[in-house]
């Protein structure tokens, strides 16, 4: 007799799919509690730690589930997803050929591997695996959504368009798998030069999206980080002595993995991606403290104690060694105090360019809400930028600021100043710094495969009265 599913687990796939990744990660935990070899839950908790960035953990989880029933077609192809998230792309394909062989029409499994022939740049091998499996709209959405981005990257937006408008409006559709459709739809126009309707199905995706952001709390959360590290105390600091780790920091969709890339070009750069161990030291050393709390009674010790852990959680032997959490910009007086020695480069772009790219990109469920609404990204714009110019004042000799505009259009002497302040010597790799082939998890991994381009420049002109609230919530 087959297994009944516990019904908390048919309660998270409803909560994965409408985007309430925090809920069904709840349930998956506690049926593992109850059940701790279930490979269901194994498998499903194994996608929301994809989904929230802990890749260890979801590679235990579903080569556990594997481990426990290993001919499911799903569950070679969640491997190969959480592979492919982490930039194991040819490890990716060859586990997504496993789940092929299971179930050869999986579409699931087939979007997923022509995504990954996406992200090696490579969209005819995309277009040749799914078209076997297009049925002029009857076909499945996320293979159908999948097929339009490669339609987009080999330039043909026209016929992506039309094969998404077939599934409109999609309304039995998942929620997720809704919000890819729209984003997809949204560039193929904009590529049509269509804005009106670009911007439209951009709205509506994000109309779709769950969001729980509050203004007043970002606020209070970051005039307290701004009154705890003022004049009086800035100038608290560890022993640390090593003087080769630079912090990019900024807001999302401004440069910042541009910026990385050039660094890590050189021979004695590197780049270490998006990490988030200083926020979890943060977290970690305050024990539930507020941060005002805990930064008001720190003491050189804890100062020290965090410097050694975060050196010995990215261990290099480079020059200038780059973490790239943009998130860390509410951090810099605590990574000045800690690191002495570190410097931080502050990413800064247009803001109407920054709110456009924001409300023009598919984010994971349940990060970024602010991104969701016009007016939340220039709300959320204005205390970020309050945020960098407190710390500008505290740290102006630590802190390099690039704009993203001079650096697409002056890339050699924009490029000369990024590694005098890291203290290396100029290269000319630096200048073609797509020719690395390492690999990018960012949003932006597409820019940094081509030369610098300056189409996005002025991206939003195109859309005029439209980014109005955008623009009212900036100047407020």
């Keep these: 007799m087959a297994k009944q599913t516990d019904p908390r687990l048919t309660e998270a796939m409803r909560a994965l799919a409408s985007g309430q990744v925090q809920q069904a990660e709840s349930l998956c935990r506690a049926v593992l509690s109850d059940r701790r070899r279930d490979d269901l839950a194994m498998a499903l908790l194994a996608q929301v730690c994809n989904q929230i960035g802990k890749y260890d953990e979801a590679l235990q989880l579903i080569r556990n589930a594997i481990a426990k029933n290993g001919k499911r077609a799903d569950y070679h192809g969640l491997l190969a997803d959480i592979l492919s998230t982490k930039g194991e792309f040819r490890n990716a394909i060859g586990a997504y050929d496993k789940a092929l062989k299971y179930q050869p029409n999986h579409p699931g499994v087939l979007a997923g591997k022509s995504n990954t022939w996406l992200r090696l740049n490579e969209p005819e091998k995309a277009l040749k695996q799914l078209a076997p499996s297009m049925k002029q709209g009857n076909e499945d959405l996320t293979v159908a959504t999948v097929y339009a981005k490669a339609l987009i990257a080999v330039d043909k937006p026209d016929e992506a368009a039309t094969v998404l408008l077939a599934h409109l409006p999609a309304e039995r559709e998942p929620i997720e798998t809704r919000r890819s459709l729209y984003f997809v739809l949204g560039k193929a126009m904009e590529k049509c030069n269509e804005y009106k309707s670009a911007f439209e199905a951009y709205e509506q995706s994000n109309s779709l999206a769950r969001t729980n952001f509050d203004i007043h709390d970002c606020e209070e959360k970051h005039n307290a980080i701004k009154s705890a590290i003022n004049k ?245």
Excluded at 276 to 283: A, D, H, R, T
């Design 232 to 476: 009086e105390v800035a100038s608290k600091r560890s022993n640390n002595q090593d003087d080769s780790r630079i912090f990019i920091v900024g807001m999302l969709r401004s440069g910042s993995t541009l910026t990385e890339q050039i660094i890590d070009a050189h021979p004695d750069g590197v780049g270490l991606g998006e990490l988030e161990i200083f926020p979890n030291l943060l977290q970690k050393y305050s024990q539930g403290q507020t941060f005002s709390e805990f930064w008001k009674n720190i003491e050189n010790t804890t100062l020290d104690a965090i410097a050694q852990e975060y050196i010995e959680a990215t261990p290099s032997n480079a020059i200038a060694t780059v973490d790239k959490q943009l998130g860390n910009y509410q951090f810099v007086g605590a990574i000045a105090s800690i690191l002495p020695n570190a410097k931080f480069i502050h990413c800064k772009r247009d803001p109407l360019s920054i709110g456009l790219s924001c409300f023009a990109q598919k984010f994971p469920p349940s990060t970024n809400a602010w991104a969701n609404n016009l007016r939340n990204i220039g709300l959320y714009y204005r205390q970020y930028d309050a945020m960098m110019k407190h710390w500008q004042s505290l740290f102006s000799d630590r802190i390099l600021e690039i704009q993203y505009e001079e650096l697409v259009q002056h890339q050699e002497k924009q490029t000369t100043q990024i590694l005098e302040f890291c203290n290396l010597p100029f290269h000319e790799r630096c200048m073609r710094f797509w020719e690395t082939g390492r690999t990018v998890l960012t949003l932006s991994q597409d820019q940094v495969r081509q030369p610098m381009y300056s189409s996005a420049v002025n991206r939003y002109e195109h859309f005029g009265e439209l980014l109005d609230p955008l623009r009212e919530a900036l100047a407020d």
